[in-house]
């Protein structure tokens, strides 16, 4: 079934500690998305992609790191989580990085670092 | 700077109509779009407008005024599915999405 795959679906994660957050998307889209949600704000982007080989911060990219090594892969790596990156994390994809191209969303991970 | 303002929460009876508003600032503009979330899944689309005017989509209608920097997401004969949060977002001069925090819609019998 074509779409995006998140993993894991939920995490507890100890603060400090280091983790990956994994995205696979299977219908060859250029462009991809990372945005983090949290109660009360809209989606925020953390980093992007408009095509394999290229990365770009977003508004909130500060303490994630990203890797776009092959079109359907988009990790978003955590380096040392701290409690504020508690959130809905979002990837997202979309054909290309231009007007009238809609995102597709994955299921979303459910991180919580204590 | 970059705004996306949309009612918080808005409460509807099944079978009735609902508008839900957004307004919008951003640096430059290439569309406006409507998406639906349940609550705890991802986003779906809904909608794109780049041109004023309404775009319908069965019981869904969008409208567009640029020069007023206004959306408004139009629902027709509610149905309980349509509860959910409805999120605004406008694509900036960069085609990177500026969202709104989401209009939680609620439908009583």
């Known amino acids: 079934i074509a779409g995006i795959t998140q993993a894991p679906t939920s995490q507890i994660l100890a603060a400090g500690r280091r983790m990956t957050l994994r995205c696979t998307q299977d219908?060859?889209?250029?462009?991809m998305y990372w945005y983090r949600q949290d109660l009360g704000l809209g989606l925020r982007l953390i980093h992007y992609s408009n095509t394999a080989g290229t990365t770009g911060k977003g508004e909130v990219p500060d303490g994630y790191s990203v890797s776009r090594a092959n079109t359907d892969d988009f990790p978003l790596t955590l380096a040392s989580a701290v409690p504020s990156q508690t959130s809905v994390y979002f990837c997202?994809?979309?054909?290309?990085?231009?007007?009238?191209?809609?995102?597709?969303f994955g299921p979303g991970t459910r991180l919580t670092v204590l | 700077g970059q705004n996306i303002d949309q009612p918080t929460e808005m409460t509807a009876t099944e079978g009735a109509i609902v508008q839900i508003n957004c307004t919008y600032q951003t640096s430059g503009f290439n569309g406006l779009f409507w998406y639906q979330q349940h609550a705890g899944e991802a986003p779906t689309f809904l909608s794109y407008n780049v041109l004023d005017g309404l775009e319908e989509k069965g019981r869904f209608s969008s409208f567009l005024s640029r020069s007023k920097g206004y959306s408004y997401l139009l629902l027709k004969e509610l149905q309980m599915k349509d509860s959910a949060s409805y999120l605004c977002?406008?694509?900036?001069?960069?085609?990177?999405?500026?969202w709104g925090a989401g209009t939680k819609l609620i439908i009583k019998p």
């Open positions: 997202a994809s979309s054909a290309e990085t231009s007007a009238h191209n809609e995102q597709f």
């Open positions: 219908m060859r889209h250029n462009a």
């Open positions: 977002a406008a694509m900036d001069s960069n085609y990177q999405l500026i």
